[in-house]
Structure formats: C-alpha cells, structure tokens
C-alpha cells in the first residue's frame, strides 16, 4: 500500500495530466510495402475526431486531437469551422495543427530549404495558412515537421539552406498571434539519407531561438540515434526555456511508430521523471504538449490509442512518485546507490490500482480498454465503415 500523502500526489498529478491523440493514428496507414487496411479505420476527419472521442471518452486523458492540414484539411482554412464543430461533437478539441511541406510534388528537393525561392514561398504561404488554421480552431501550437534534406553529399547548400529555414521561420513567426507557439521538430534522417536539414535538438534550438520569443522545441522519442540519452536531451531544454512538447512512440530500431512503452518504458519514465524534477526545483510548471505520435498498421487503432494513453497515465504516476527531496540529497552526497534507487524504486511501484481508484474517483470506467470493448462502438464502425465501395480510403501516405 502506498502512504497516502503519495496517493495524494498521483491524484493530483493525474488530474493535470493530458496527453493529445494524433488524428493520422485513426487512419489505414502502413509502411513503404504497403498497407493492412482495417475496415473501422476512419477515412474522414470527422471519423478520427469521433474515434479520438472514443479514447477520451474511456480513458479521461485525451481531450484533443493534433491534426495534419493537408489530411485533415483538403479545403484549408475554408474547413476551419466544420472541424472546430465536429470535435466538439464528439468531445475533444483541436490540439496542434501540423503543416505538411513534404508531399506535394514541388517539394522533391526542399520547403523552406529548397534553392528554387517560388518553392520557399509556396511552402510559406502553406505555413502562414496553417498558423490561421491554428487560429481559428482555436489551436495554440502549430507544430513544424520538415522532410527538407538530401541524399548525396556535395548535392545541397548546407550553409544556404540553413538561412533560407532562419529567414521562412522568422516570417512564420511574424504571423503569430501572441497566444501561439511554433514548435519545431528535428529528425536525424527519413525520408532523406544524407542530410536532413533540421537533424537534431542544437539545430532545432538554434532556429527556434532566431524564429523568435514563440519558437521551441519539439521532441519526437522517434527521432534520435539509438545511444542518445533523450531525458538529458530535455532536461537541457528546460534549463533553456525552450522545450516545448512532445511526439511519443516507442521504437527498436529507428522511427518505428511502436506503441508508447512496449519497448522500453524506463525511458518514457525517465523522461517525465526530469520534467517533474525541473518543475519542484525551479517551483514552475513546465509548459509542455505532451503529444502522440503513432500511427498503427497492425494493432486495432482506437484500442492501442487507449493503451497509448493508459501507459503514459502510468509511468506518469511512477515518475510522481520519485521522492524529489531525497533524490536532491543523495545527488549532493554523491549517494549513488541512494540517488539511483530513489528512480528504481519508484519506477518498481505497481501504480495501476491507484489508477484504478482515481479514474473511478473521477467517473471514467475503472478499465478503459474493457469499457471500451464492452461499448459495441468497434463493430458498430466495422460494419458500417467496412460496407463502404472498395478499400477504405486514408489520407495518410
Ligand atoms: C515525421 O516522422 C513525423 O514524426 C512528423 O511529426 C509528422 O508530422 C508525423 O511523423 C506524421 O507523418
Ligand atoms: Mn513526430
């Protein structure tokens, strides 16, 4: 039995606690071989804000939906309003809305880092519409993934291009409304081989900071070399200011898109364990989107979003429960053995009867994954969707 001054701790925590659902997690989706379709993946924006309303609905945890312009928008800004309406119809609200620079055929060799300036303007003016998008959902974070990159050596300006991303991000920047942020996300490689032009967390910190006083960081738990130490990676982030959120997923090998804590939970913990520890030390909350970002072609879709969201409510609690104090007086000590055993310890707890308790305490089913079963709502959208004309459409490549 955990002491109740613990319990207290959790329940407060968890009442805090929310974690944004990708729309393109809904949708048929696959891997460069091809697709798997499920016949209840939901092929309009309106079915992934209904199937996100599923996941809220059981879990109290998700109340928005991160959503793609081009997917999720095939009009623009023009479907601004019938978007903002359907998630309320269903219960959630618009989270982050995320641009896409990397489809469209004019974008084979850049966006903003393109050397063909009419290409840099386009992806521009894409980007300007996607902070009005923002607006209008009354969405706070527009969230920037570029593919801008090259596959050989001596094919690009490494150096140009790097002024073309500080000159489009500080002209995003300037279309802003105060209560935004630009979040800028960094991946090592995919789907460019040689370089990618924002590579990691230094290149991404250097162009939020010249984007302006509303740019920070991104981190995709998907986007690093296997050996990179992620939890130091944030931790410097807060120390600057500048981490702004988060795409979970798991992965063995490199962007894996695995399920959040199937590989290695411990690292999710630590993760959360220097954000809470950033927050006692410093007595502020950090101000951070903690976002998903997975998309399954093998799992039941709405099921894994509830077991998404259920693992990060967990290692959530567990990292609660690291006795800051105690860890503050080892470290000054240099108790290692103390030091190391007060995250151990705490990563050890068996946090799901607490969890039990507080989701009961709250009015969400005391097991979401069962509750949402027992609803009947998978082989309602199974039949209804699968009777659809042909394979079920997606809008995710
Ligand atoms: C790119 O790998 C990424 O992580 C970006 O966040 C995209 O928006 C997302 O995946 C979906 O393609
Ligand atoms: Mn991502």
């Known amino acids: 039995m955990l002491p109740s001054r613990d ?28 697709k798997f379709l499920q016949p209840a993946a939901a092929a309009t924006t309106e079915e992934k804000l209904a199937d996100a309303g599923q996941v809220h ?53 850049g966006s903003l880092g393109n050397p063909d300036p009419e290409v840099r303007k386009a992806a521009l003016a894409h980007l300007v519409e996607s902070a009005g998008i923002a607006a209008a959902t009354g969405s706070r974070d527009v969230s920037l993934w570029f593919a801008d ?52 967390w230094g290149m991404a910190l250097l162009l939020a900071r010249s984007a302006g ?11 690093h070399y296997q050996a990179q130490n992620i939890e130091q990676i944030v931790a410097w982030l ?63 879709k709405i099921e894994e979003m509830i077991q998404t969201a259920v693992m990060a409510q967990e290692l959530y609690a567990k990292a609660v429960l ?27 707890t068996d946090v799901r009867p607490l969890l039990r308790e507080w989701r009961m305490a709250r009015g969400w089913p005391a097991a979401p994954l069962a509750a949402f079963r027992e609803s009947g709502y998978l082989e309602r959208i199974t039949t209804e969707r699968g009777a659809r004309a042909g394979p079920a459409a997606s809008s995710y490549a």
């Open 322 to 348: 690291v006795d800051h104090a105690r860890l503050a007086i080892h470290q000054r000590s240099a108790e290692l053995v103390d030091a190391e055993a007060c995250l151990q310890g705490a990563f050890a």
């Open 238 to 300: 807060l120390a600057e200011g500048m981490l702004g959120g988060f795409h979970f997923n798991d992965r063995r090998y490199a962007d894996d898109d695995l399920t959040l804590g199937s590989i290695d939970p411990y690292q999710v913990f630590r993760i959360f364990h220097e954000i809470l520890f950033y927050e006692w030390e410093s007595g502020k909350r950090a101000d951070v989107a903690y976002m998903i970002d997975q998309s399954h072609n093998l799992k039941p």
């Open 7 to 34: 319990e207290e701790k959790v329940w407060n925590a968890l009442d805090q606690f929310s974690v944004e659902l990708p729309s393109w997690g809904f949708a048929n989706t696959g891997t460069r071989f091809g």
């Open 149 to 200: 990159g090259s596959n050989y050596p001596g094919t690009a300006n490494l150096r140009a291009r790097k002024h073309w991303f500080e000159e489009g991000l500080r002209e995003l920047h300037g279309h802003l409304r105060a209560d935004q942020r630009l979040l800028v996300e960094y991946k090592p490689f995919e789907p460019a081989f040689y370089h990618t032009d924002i590579a990691d």
């Open 57 to 109: 609905g059981v879990t109290g945890c998700c109340p928005s939906v991160a959503l793609h312009v081009l997917w999720d928008f095939p009009r623009g800004l023009a479907d601004a309003p019938d978007v903002t309406a359907a998630a309320a119809r269903y219960g959630v609200r618009i989270g982050a809305i995320n641009p896409n620079v990397f489809q469209d055929q004019q974008y084979k060799h």
């Open 213 to 223: 006083p509303q740019a920070r960081v991104l981190v995709d738990t998907g986007h």
